[in-house]
């Protein structure tokens, strides 16, 4: 089909699909004369692989070239893959006030995530967790343990303690859920929407859920429609 | 304090305060002389949590100058500030191809948000929990079942069911931890802290969990240190 056609059908616009060629995230059509392409529906379904990365996901493109290319990599373990795009959905480390690019001054200011750093690991350990060490959700992990603690909600890991258990129970019925014995970019596909939906999906009913039990604790006298 | 002590307090950049004293996120010092501004505790405080919205709950600044607004209104009830946090944690919504600011064409592709949208509000319903008909998390949850629909994660919203008990759970506790005697300021604060520390800690440990679980089905014989 025409890039006009692979347009229509996976609903991306065809400068965004030159983007992601230029990008190297889609591979290229079959080149019929110059300037003519014919594309077929390995490029639908990895458009909309791409787009579901990128919207539902949040990936940067950057993320979804890393992403994208662990899947494509035979030699790469379905395992090894898992972890490419787990990391990718960790917000990039340390932020040194991005809207300016400036860093921190002042050698003598805190370092909240040190502790914090040795407090996970040490967490994780006892959990006896196989994580590689140097996972983007260890670090992602540091942060928001120094924010809590400075937040008065509490002073140690064993804080996560109840979402761990519930985590990993969940996280075993996904990974189960997985069929190894279909080909391996139906599987990688599957594996890595699972990994970035469900994360998503968790955060949101979360969030509903909080609106709901605010509304019986703070805001019971207000109208909120069902 | 002038402002290099509240920079070397806060371990915040000096242009980085200013831009925020220009963007109206932190409230001004009082003027001593002109270009000479004394700053207090409750700029260190403030800057605290920016400096936690930005980093850990990765919120944008426009986001931030919401939720602010929302904390710092004695006229908004927690129940709604507490609402505005939320929907400052889901992302913006229909996002068409960022990257290039352009929209997809025809008319005729597909929206695979209607049925969703629609199959999220009626399990809402079905939940009887108190939300806004219009809370960001609504959209977020229907773009994620689409996504888990097209990727072969089955068919319903009752894939969210273990996900949601779990979550109701969870929410009535941190709401419950909060103590409502407290000033308002640090009551918020903590409310919105926790919104966002434990969504994001909860996306960690799950990828950790993830890890661990992928490890155990597809990695075994691969060397990975605890």
């Known amino acids: 089909m025409r890039i006009s056609e692979l347009s229509e059908r996976s609903g991306v616009a065809v400068a965004t699909i030159k983007y992601y060629l230029r990008e190297g995230l889609l591979h290229p059509g079959l080149t019929l004369a110059p300037n003519r392409a014919d594309y077929d529906d390995e490029h639908v379904r990895r458009l909309r692989l791409i787009r579901a990365l990128i ?4 990936l940067s493109i950057a993320s979804v070239v890393q992403t994208l290319a662990a899947v494509d990599d035979a ?27 400036s860093t921190p001054t002042g050698s003598n200011s805190p370092t909240p995530c040190t502790d914090a750093q040795l407090e996970v690991d040490r967490w994780l350990r006892r959990r006896r967790w196989k994580v590689r060490p140097d996972a983007a959700a260890r670090t992602e ?17 064993s804080l996560f303690d109840g979402l761990a258990d519930y985590a990993l129970e969940q996280a075993g019925l996904e990974v189960g859920y997985l069929d190894p014995q279909q080909d391996r970019s139906s599987l990688m596909e599957q594996a890595i929407i699972g990994t970035v939906a469900f994360e998503q999906a968790y955060g949101a009913i979360r969030r509903l859920a909080l609106e709901h039990q605010s509304y019986q604790r703070f805001g019971r006298r207000r109208s909120v429609s069902a």
């Open 55 to 58: 919207e539902v996901g949040g």
């Open 75 to 101: 030699s790469v373990s379905i395992h090894d893959a898992f972890g490419v795009a787990q990391d990718a959905l960790s917000p990039a480390t340390p932020t040194p006030a991005p809207e300016l690019g």
């Open 141 to 157: 992990l540091a942060e928001t343990l120094a924010a809590l603690q400075q937040f008065g909600w509490g002073h140690s890991a």
